[in-house]
């Protein structure tokens, strides 16, 4: 005769440790924090190498040069670059009453992101059992990135720029953290082989509900043969915003803040 | 996570936690009918899974700190990363014995401001003039701060 044991759902009585409750006011922190955002675009592309960062720095600083409050998030936390690039390496971050204040970087463009917390040269290292860590990292990135999102006091903004690294995975985090799928801008270079691995991202970000804001072709004009941005755009009915050169200059990136 | 007392039929209700300080976890829960208690013991493993979703289990006591799962929980942050900002202020019209400054001093500076400010708000809450070693030791009981 098998035990009769109520499920989990069946049981309704109060429970001290309300951890549905303890994530959902998590989520709602965040939201509020958002609430003062006018855009949330993120950065994203299914391949390595092609000059997100690059491309986030730049576009934040030419938006900022048009009179926007930019804020920038460096998501990509295992290869920070962000800070570099927008020349606040040695910013540091002031706790306040409301949250943590970001940095100032070129431009006046806010920012945060892990370079400016983790020592020189260390990699992103989690305290816990290095044994089968990959049952938990996950969850710290996740839970970092949600803190980045939620405890910066990132003030009035007219738009967020989020600096994902290569692949999905911080995508699908973002896409669960926050309270709608977000806004893509997708980066790529000409090549076939990039071409490729933007089109599984740009169709998981579609999958999810992400508007699309348009499609960066980086690296134009050199070595990097090929059709991708056009492709691309064909494919997911979204325009090429931007071809940039290998030198782009001011104006490069003027015309592309204007076009988004 | 929700813990059944079977013969009863009636959910058991957290008691008590404590963090032994070898990355495991105790969490025990009493049946609110027949008294019976039970422990649930997690593994390092399971205790930083835990950990890294920010959320505590017997509930929270105190609300999060900005960036604490961070500041919390990398191994790898940079002692000045933050600056004391506003937390300076805070500690107006607390005091701090030789004592508790040596201890608050051994705490690494990547998560020393907000601890601090913890003790402090602590300590302020309670109408409490001077930190001592004995306080720090209060708060993280109280607070389930054990991990810190």
């Known amino acids: ?58 576009l934040a600083r030419a938006l900022a040069r048009d009179g926007r409050a930019v804020g ?16 606040a390496t040695d910013a540091r971050l002031v706790p306040q009453d409301d949250g943590i204040l970001p940095a100032t970087g070129a431009d006046g463009v806010r920012l945060v992101s892990m370079a400016q917390l983790l020592a020189d040269g260390q990699p992103l290292a989690f305290k816990g059992p290095a044994a089968e860590s990959f049952v938990w990292r996950g969850a710290a990135e996740a839970g970092a990135l949600r803190e980045l999102l939620a405890d910066i006091a990132w003030g009035t903004l007219d738009v967020l720029l989020l600096d994902l690294p290569p692949g999905m995975q911080r995508f699908l985090e973002l896409c669960d953290l926050l309270p709608a799928a977000p806004e893509v801008l997708t980066v790529t270079i000409p090549t076939p082989e990039s071409r490729d691995a933007v089109r599984r991202a740009m169709r998981a970000a579609v999958e999810r509900g992400s508007p699309l804001a348009g499609i960066v072709e980086n690296m134009v004009g050199g070595e990097f043969r090929g059709t991708a941005g056009d492709d691309l755009a064909l494919e997911f009915a979204t325009p090429v915003v931007a071809r940039i050169p290998w030198h782009p200059t001011p104006d490069t990136w003027h015309l592309l803040a204007t076009r988004l | 996570m929700r813990f059944l007392c079977v013969e009863c039929d009636r959910q058991m209700t957290f008691e008590e936690r404590q963090l032994p300080g070898d990355g495991t976890l105790a969490a025990a829960f009493r049946c609110p009918k027949c008294g019976r208690v039970v422990a649930m013991l997690t593994n390092p493993m399971e205790t930083q899974l835990v950990s890294s979703l920010g959320v505590k289990i017997g509930g929270t006591t105190v609300p999060a700190e900005p960036l604490e799962m961070i500041r919390s929980n ?38 020393r401001g907000m601890v601090k400010k913890i003790y402090a708000d602590y300590a302020k809450q309670r109408g409490i003039g001077e930190i001592t070693p004995a306080v720090m030791d209060a708060a993280r009981t109280e607070l389930g701060l054990e991990g810190m």
């Open chain 1, 1 to 58: 005769m098998p035990l009769h044991i109520r499920t989990y759902h069946e049981l309704t009585e109060p429970d001290r440790s309300r951890l549905g409750d303890q994530i959902a006011a998590q989520r709602r922190r965040l939201a509020e924090r958002l609430a003062a955002v006018g855009r949330v675009l993120v950065v994203m592309s299914g391949k390595g190498g092609v000059g997100k960062s690059f491309v986030t720095a730049h």
């Open chain 1, 72 to 87: 920038v998030l460096d998501a990509d936390l295992n290869g920070p670059t962000v800070a570099r690039l927008l020349d």
């Open chain 2, 74 to 111: 990398v191994a790898t942050g940079r002692d000045d990363a933050f600056t004391d900002g506003q937390l300076d202020g805070r500690t107006v019209g607390l005091s701090w014995s030789t004592d508790a400054q040596e201890r608050l001093a051994r705490v690494p500076g990547f998560v």
